[in-house]
Antibody
Framework: VQLLESGGGLVQPGGSLRLSCAAS????????MSWVRQAPGKGLEWVSG????????YYADSVKGRFTISRDSSKNTLYLQMTSLRAEDTAVYYC?????????????WGQGTLVTVSS | DIQMTQSPSTLSASVGDRVTITCRAS??????LAWYQQRPGKAPNLLIY???SLESGVPSRFSGSGSGTEFTLTISSLQPDDFATYYC?????????FGPGTKVDIK
């Protein structure tokens, strides 16, 4: 299993960014996926998730209405569309796989991609 | 949302020490608890799932126990590789939530 995030970078407050997570060695339909972030020097914060069927999405209150999780099963890629970005969204963003279709621990993680929101 | 707390926040220990970290949930999560280890600059790594099941490839010096609202992670004999930050996480329901972390450093 490999998860490879990309798309991070420097963006101004109020701007948008789309993160990608290219997955190999797994079937999206069999596993829920999540995005987890970590602000510099801080702990882990779950951001968003999608079940294996792709028909349920979940968000932390801190990003609800601003972030959208989606996937392209033909490309085995998970996305996180981030809009109305704020300084407090600055973090390393990890994608992670859950063990089951919509349950289980986060058993594989990508290496992360850094998002910096600053003017 | 289920709140997770951990104690202590920092723990100073020596190689060979037995170390115990406690995690508490704000409501019952049955055994739907995981422990992760994170080294600086690296992604978290799953150690324990379902409160007490050892993830494949993880050394047997790591063990977990508990159910309901109180859980512990024990390292039976601390090794140099184990100096890291440890997080508990509940996966009973969304939103998934993590504890604030316990940093284990060298005494």
């Amino acid at each position: 299993v490999q998860l490879l995030e990309s798309g991070g970078g420097l963006v101004q407050p109020g701007g948008s960014l789309r993160l990608s997570c290219a997955a190999s060695g797994i079937k999206f339909t069999s596993h829920a996926m999540s995005w987890v972030r970590q602000a510099p020097g801080k702990g882990l914060e779950w951001v968003s998730g999608m079940n294996g069927s792709g028909d349920r999405t979940y968000y932390a209150d801190s990003v609800k209405g601003r972030f959208t999780i989606s996937r392209d099963s033909s490309k085995n890629t998970l996305y996180l569309q981030m809009t109305s970005l704020r300084a407090e969204d600055t973090a390393v963003y990890y994608c992670a796989k859950r063990r089951q279709e919509n349950s289980g621990p986060l058993d594989y993680w990508g290496q992360g991609t850094l998002v910096t929101v600053s003017s | 949302d289920i709140q997770m707390t951990q104690s202590p926040s920092t723990l100073s220990a020596s190689v060979g020490d037995r170390v115990t970290i406690t995690c508490r949930a704000s409501q019952s999560i049955s055994s739907w608890l995981a422990w992760y280890q994170q080294r600086p600059g690296k992604a978290p790594n799953l150690l324990i799932y379902e409160a007490s099941s050892l993830e494949s490839g993880v050394p047997s010096r790591f063990s977990g126990s508990g159910s309901g609202t109180e859980f512990t992670l024990t390292i039976s004999s601390l090794q140099p590789d184990d100096f890291a930050t440890y997080y508990c996480q509940q996966y009973n329901n969304y939103p998934l939530t993590f504890g604030p972390g316990t940093k284990v450093d060298i005494k």
